[in-house]
């Protein structure tokens, strides 16, 4: 269709999925700083800060989190980060889990050099975040459910969705970081050339791989816009509706609409 796009089946995407990142795993960090300019550690930054995880009183047992498409550990770090920072809380564990061993593999490297390295503090699993299994991840597991710039690879947004209520305990927290629609016009178009343009160039020239980048792009112009997404986190059952910077809604947008944090609560 599009700039020489080929429409991939359904059931193909998912191991097209996987080898895109076996391919990106080992250069991923670089091209996303380069990709975004830097700017992703600054969402990820206020993602993380928005949601506040961690508490200050331990005589409760501690938050458990799981984030899911988690690849190289940036949400999962930070959640350990935040809650030993902001409430010197140690008891808080997150389950990392990511369908692609690879990028797991880069995400543990990276726990290694940290103090949460053989620590119960986070555990790493290879699994479907559209069917986690309920065995491994039972029913009301988790306080908080985090989900970073990965479900719009996944074939079944609702799907996914559906797992996530179903591993959150009542009153836990859904929330989604993810690229989204520019709602500014003419910062749409430039936005648009940006992407289509520079960064599978970025990829040949960074990665030596045009087409996993050129993926990349076109993931994100499928994505549903805010609104759409919102009302899919509705449809789920969870209940939508945060504050942001005082103001309500069910989500918020970062640069313009780049990016947009949803949440939603498990009733
Ligand atoms: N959350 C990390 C971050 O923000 O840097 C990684 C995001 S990366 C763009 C997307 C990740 O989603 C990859 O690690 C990929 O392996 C994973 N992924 C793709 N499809 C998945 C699925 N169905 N279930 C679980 N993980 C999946």
Request: aromatic share 10%.
């Amino acid at each position: 269709t599009h700039f020489g796009y080929r429409e991939v089946p359904k059931d193909a995407k998912e191991s097209l999925v996987k080898d895109v990142f076996s391919s990106v795993a080992s250069s991923y960090d670089v091209m996303n700083d380069a990709m975004s300019l830097g700017v992703h550690r600054l969402w990820k930054d206020s993602f993380v800060a928005h949601l506040n995880p961690g508490r200050a009183d331990q005589s409760r047992p501690g938050m458990r989190c799981i984030d899911v498409a988690g690849g190289t550990c940036d949400i999962a770090l930070r959640i350990l980060d935040h809650a030993r920072e902001r409430h010197a809380d140690r008891e808080l564990s997150v389950d990392v889990v990511d369908i692609n061993p690879d990028m797991l593999a880069e995400g543990a490297k990276r726990v290694r050099k940290t103090m949460y390295h053989n620590t119960p503090q986070i555990a790493f699993h290879v699994g479907n975040a559209q069917d986690l299994g309920s065995e491994a991840f039972p029913d009301n597991s988790y306080d908080l459910y985090t989900i970073a710039f990965g479900i719009r690879n996944c074939t079944s947004v609702p799907d996914v969705l559906r797992e996530a209520y179903r591993v959150l305990k009542p009153g836990g927290t859904f929330a989604c970081l993810e690229f989204s629609k520019v709602t500014q016009p003419l910062f749409a178009q430039v936005y648009d050339s940006y992407s289509f343009s520079v960064i599978p160039l970025l990829g040949t020239i960074l990665a030596g791989d045009r087409d996993s980048y050129q993926y990349l792009v076109e993931s994100i112009r499928r994505f549903p816009p805010q609104e759409d997404f919102a009302r899919m986190i509705q449809e789920a059952g969870f209940a939508t509706g945060g504050l942001w910077e005082g103001k309500r809604g069910a989500w918020t947008d970062l640069w313009g609409g780049i990016a947009s944090i949803h949440t939603g609560v498990k009733l």
